[in-house]
């Protein structure tokens, strides 16, 4: 009996050995590299941001256009659009934190629009698609960022240079 509860034990022991291992998976089940995990960063004082010579300002690339502006209490506001068809336009606000130590800012709060025109060029529709995205904006220079979304498939390039 003594033997029968040992081995019962050591594979409950070993069970939970092999549990630990393995990819991590998100709420939905898609996998998750531990690159692409979204972790707080540090509260950054406003007035160790430099708006003249850090990352605000506007990056493009064929496909998008990123404008990283001040936000309150030292967060950084990010605007990514992108057109998707004559008259409509996908546009994701979200902000978060800059860390010195990582160069990355990550995020949980994008909401994503979908935004469509008259024939004048004036907003008529904004639909909002979703409001919890979560993904990081990693500062490789001043002027170069690339976007990871967890929240979306991005079409095109996620790099970025900045033009102003």
Not at 95 to 119: C, H, M, P, W
Not at 129 to 149: C, M, P, Q, V
Request: proline content about 2%; hydrophobic content about 30%; aromatic content about 10%.
């Amino acid at each position: 009996m003594k033997r029968i509860i040992a081995l019962m034990l050591g594979a409950v022991i070993l069970l939970g050995v092999f549990a630990g291992c393995g990819k991590k998976k998100d709420k939905d089940g898609s996998v998750i590299d531990d690159e692409d995990r979204i972790v707080p960063t540090e509260t950054i004082p406003p007035e160790k941001m430099n708006t003249d010579d850090d990352f605000f300002g506007t990056y493009k690339n064929d496909d998008y256009t990123v404008s990283v502006e001040s936000g309150e209490g030292g967060m950084m506001v990010f605007r990514i659009t992108s057109k998707t068809a004559e008259r409509t336009r996908t546009e994701w606000t979200f902000k978060g934190y800059y860390s010195e130590q990582s160069s990355i800012v990550n995020y949980t709060d994008a909401v994503r629009d979908l935004i469509t025109f008259d024939k004048t060029g004036k907003e008529k529709t904004r639909e909002t698609e979703y409001d919890n995205g979560a993904g990081r904006i990693i500062f490789k220079d001043t002027d170069h960022l690339t976007w990871k979304s967890s929240s979306d498939d991005l079409s095109g390039s996620n790099e970025f240079e900045r033009i102003r």
